[in-house]
């Protein structure tokens, strides 16, 4: 069976930072690795969520997610029959979040999240089906949170605002995978590490300040992805993922709130899925559909920083062969967002339903 390539650009893990899955957005992907062949490629994505709720006194909080866009890059070199080396650039974790003076309970609360990787890879062929996969992750990552609104009068944090200086970090991937080329079977388990940030912090409450400069200690989470996919019948290939993301790891705790062991974010661990089929029609063109689940918490209660819990989506793109050496790809996905209630300190303050977000993305890849 030919080998298909099939693959859609930038169909976004999630719309906004308030999802199972925590903080993702480009999912990290590898795809890059198992290309044949010295490829270049470029990326970009749009995600347009809708998320908004009432707060119990009876106010809208307007939409509270800012549409974002992302932007990935990736080179891979093919040295031997044996070894290839490359480069993967992405966005992996971000957050546009903001309650408009709608809602008294919760107006001018905010987080502001932005993040870029740069993944250095190599992989080993042992022979046609065994392979090894790993490298060195590069990491920036800079925040802004502020908690603002009546829902937080009664800890003494309305107003409260912490700015995180950009840090660079350093964490590694590892991963193996099992092919058998003539049926387009692959089967990959890859590993990203935690990344440990220190970040210089501000906090002030209505702009005065309330604690001296000072470093907030923050770990992005590893996680664990299994990749696979297969031939099942001339031209098309089942694919999918699972995915398990280890969030727990990822609190923030600036030293104002030290006393208390107050966390900004409230992540559970959490799994996600999807399976799709790709079919190739003929030698220019291919097409794709994928449904996806993310794991909704253990219970509806989530921070004001969120304001959804979990999600189902359907995925669906093509891919163009453009030339022998260049493809063009796309895809656009629609993402229903589970319900969630915002609860400042566990406490109910605006329940948030009926949200969801659409995204699209394009990629550039060409072969040399």
């Not at 119990?56 to 932007?71: E, M, P, R, V």
């Not at 891919?319 to 229903?336: F, N």
Request: charged share 15%; net charge negative; no cysteine.
């Amino acid at each position: 069976m030919k080998h298909q390539t099939l693959a859609v650009a930038a169909l976004l893990t999630s719309a906004t930072a308030a999802q199972a899955v925590g903080l993702d957005r480009s999912g990290r992907p590898v795809d890059l690795i198992f290309q044949s062949g010295t490829v270049l490629e470029f990326s970009g994505g749009f995600a347009d969520p809708s998320i908004s709720g009432t707060d119990l006194l009876g106010f809208g909080t307007g939409d509270i997610a800012d549409s974002f866009s992302l932007l990935g890059a990736g080179f891979r070199y093919q040295v031997n029959e044996k070894f290839s080396f490359g480069l993967i650039i992405d966005e992996p974790y971000g957050a546009d979040i903001l309650y408009g003076s709608g809602s008294p309970l919760l107006a001018g609360t905010a987080a502001d999240v932005d993040a870029t990787a740069a993944t250095l890879f190599g992989r080993y062929h042992f022979d046609d089906n065994w392979s090894v996969h790993g490298g060195l992750v590069y990491q920036r990552l800079n925040a802004s949170v502020t908690l603002s609104g009546a829902a937080f009068n009664a800890s003494g944090l309305n107003g409260y605002r912490a700015d995180f200086d950009t840090d660079d970090a350093f964490g590694y991937t590892l991963g193996v995978a099992y092919e058998i080329p003539e049926i387009a079977l692959r089967v990959a388990l890859t590993y990203h590490s935690e990344i440990d940030h220190t970040f210089d912090t501000t906090q002030t409450i209505s702009g005065t300040a309330v604690a001296a400069p000072s470093t907030t200690d923050v770990t992005t989470p590893e996680t664990i992805r299994l990749d696979f996919q297969s031939g099942v019948a001339e031209n098309t290939l089942v694919f999918g993922h699972v995915r398990f993301s280890h969030y727990s790891v990822t609190e923030v705790i600036p030293s104002a709130l030290a006393p208390t062991n107050t966390s900004l974010t409230d992540l559970e661990n959490a799994w996600d899925a999807s399976i799709g089929v790709g079919r190739r029609f003929n030698d220019k063109w291919s097409g794709r559909v994928a449904i996806g689940w993310e794991e909704k918490g253990t219970d509806d209660l989530v921070s004001p920083l969120s304001g959804t819990n979990g999600a189902v989506y359907l995925a669906v793109g093509a891919a163009y062969q453009v030339t022998d050496r260049i493809e063009l790809s796309g895809g656009i996905r629609y993402t229903d967002f589970g319900d969630a209630i915002a609860s400042p300190g566990g406490r109910p303050a605006a329940p948030f339903d009926n949200n969801d977000a659409i995204s699209a993305g394009l990629r550039l890849r060409i072969s040399f």
